[in-house]
């Protein structure tokens, strides 16, 4: 199982920024993918989720209005697309993998997003 993520840059106030998260050696239709943030200092947080079966999305509250889950499961990968970018914005993203049933999941090893001026 592989989950890769890229993207991640060093972006101004306002600037924006797609995350990929390209998923191998599993059923990537089949399971939630999520994002996740974690900045220095601070506890792992969820971002953003979209569901395997029906594509449902949601977001944490910061995040709704300018960030965008999605995902093309004919490449088996999600994306993450983040519009009006703050400096708290600044962690490291992951990429997860939940089945929607089972215990399974997968974390990839996440790529820096830094904003600032």
């Known amino acids: 199982v592989h989950l890769v993520e890229s993207g991640g840059d ?5 600037g924006s920024l797609r995350l990929s998260c390209a998923a191998s050696g599993f059923t990537f239709r089949v399971f939630d993918m999520s994002w ?3 900045a220095p ?9 979209i ?21 093309d499961n004919a490449k088996n ?3 993450l697309q983040m519009n009006n970018l703050k400096p708290e914005d600044t962690a490291v993203y992951y990429c997860h993998a939940q089945h929607p049933i089972a215990t ?7 790529t820096q997003v830094t904003v600032s001026s």
């Open 10 to 14: 060093l972006v101004q106030p306002g």
């Open 36 to 38: 996740y943030r974690q």
């Open 41 to 49: 200092g601070k506890e792992r947080e969820l971002v953003a989720v």
């Open 104 to 110: 399974f999941n997968y974390w990839g090893q996440g």
């Open 77 to 79: 990968t999600v994306y």
């Open 51 to 71: 569901t395997g079966l029906s594509g449902t999305t949601n977001y944490a509250d910061s995040m709704k209005g300018r960030f965008t889950i999605s995902r």
